[in-house]
Nanobody, 116 residues
Framework: QVQLVESGGDLVQAGGSLRLSCAASTNIFSFNAMCWYRQAPGKQRELVATITTGGSTNYADSVKGRFTISRDIAKNTVYLQMNSLKPEDTAVYYC??????????WGQGTQVTVSS
């Protein structure tokens, strides 16, 4: 069973930075992509950032230029560096590992709260 464990969520003031971590229990190269999603209260879960096996990255328009997804292959860990945080970034952030079109794994989520 694949396990994804997120950490790094916190309460931060607007303009601040946080780095989220997602530690996988298996080789992250076994997945087609690793992603970060977020879900704010009363809203649908949205895709924030993706990194593929080949290292290509993609971001939601709302976070482009502020967030950076990266990985440490040796540690089987994916990161989300979040800079210039805004109150609208407040959400539970989830790590996601995509095995294929039909199989995904999710972490338990980590809370990010940005105060104005």
């Amino acid at each position: 069973q694949v396990q994804l464990v997120e950490s790094g969520g916190d309460l931060v003031q607007a303009g601040g930075s946080l780095r989220l971590s997602c530690a996988a229990s298996t080789n992250i190269f076994s997945f087609n992509a690793m992603c970060w999603y977020r879900q704010a209260p009363g809203k649908q879960r949205e895709l924030v950032a993706t990194i593929t096996t080949g290292g290509s990255t993609n971001y939601a328009d709302s976070v482009k230029g502020r967030f950076t997804i990266s990985r440490d292959i040796a540690k089987n860990t994916v990161y989300l560096q979040m800079n210039s945080l805004k109150p609208e970034d407040t959400a539970v952030y989830y790590c996601n590992a995509k095995k294929n079109d039909f199989l995904n794994y999710w972490g338990q989520g980590t809370q990010v709260t940005v105060s104005s």
